[in-house]
Nanobody, 125 residues
Framework: QVQLVESGGGSVQAGGSLRLSCAASGGTFSRYAMGWFRQAPGKEREFVAAIDWSGARIAYADFVKGRCTISRDNAKNTMHLQMNSLKPEDTAVYYC??????????????????WGQGTQVTVSS
């Protein structure tokens, strides 16, 4: 079973950037596809980005295409989400998640088996 810990959240002004990180432990990181989701107050959890076990396959939600880059380093058991040109509507708790289906880039949160505790991102106008 893998444990996930997010970091890198914070408060920024619109147009700013943040780099979120997800550190994995307790399992073989390269055996998991990984994803980022977010949840704003009063809203459902929504897909942001996903990357398969090797990094060869990547998927993004339409609202972050061109603004975000997902990456992973299997040697360091970490995943990152570089977010640029942040907007107030990006304000949410961001979660990383692990999917035991290696080649997956699923956009469905039900497909993910393990979750971190989340990191808050707040973007002010």
């Amino acid at each position: 079973q893998v444990q996930l810990v997010e970091s890198g959240g914070g408060s920024v002004q619109a147009g700013g950037s943040l780099r979120l990180s997800c550190a994995a432990s307790g399992g073989t990181f390269s055996r998991y596809a990984m994803g980022w989701f977010r949840q704003a107050p009063g809203k459902e959890r929504e897909f942001v980005a996903a990357i398969d076990w090797s990094g060869a396959r990547i998927a993004y939600a339409d609202f972050v295409k061109g603004r975000c880059t997902i990456s992973r380093d299997n040697a360091k058991n970490t995943m990152h989400l570089q977010m640029n040109s942040l907007k107030p509507e990006d304000t949410a708790v961001y979660y990383c998640a692990a999917d035991r289906t290696l080649g997956s880039t699923s956009k469905r949160f039900l497909d993910y088996d393990y979750w971190g505790q989340g990191t808050q991102v707040t973007v002010s106008s």
